[in-house]
């Protein structure tokens, strides 16, 4: 599909440009908005490790300075034997603004390794719609 190897090629970029001296493991995030824009985020590391960002938080911030609220697809790239799933601080911030079918393709440089619902990874999730009283 022409838009997920566009998505693909982008992550690579983004883990190009990470910032992370500290544990030396670049991380690329790409989201494809409901406007069909693509953003790219990448991991920034901080010598106050806990100030650190994840991938996924800055291409959430590029995605809502670019206009768009809602997450169609998503990928998450980084290095590695084991997948390079979201953690569970980005699961939440994805369900911010996305739905439990949204599609989250956990890749490498080479593609695709697995494709998830955000339900499968965060099921049971708590949302906006859970402060609607
Ligand atoms: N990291 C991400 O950017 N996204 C994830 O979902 C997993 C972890 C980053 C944070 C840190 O800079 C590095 O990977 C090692 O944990």
Known sequence: MQTLEEMLQMAR???EKSYSPYSEFPVGAVIKAQSGKLYAGCNVENAAYPAGSCAEQGAISAMILGGDTKIQEMVVMGNGKQLVSPCGSCRQRIREFADPET?????????VRKSMTLDELL?????PENLKC
């Not at 599609?103 to 593609?111: E, L, R, S, Y």
């Not at 099921?123 to 949302?127: A, E, I, K, T, Y």
């Open 13 to 15: 970029g983004a883990m």
């Open 103 to 111: 599609v989250i393709h956990i890749c490498d440089k080479n593609g």
């Open 123 to 127: 099921p049971v999730s708590f949302g």
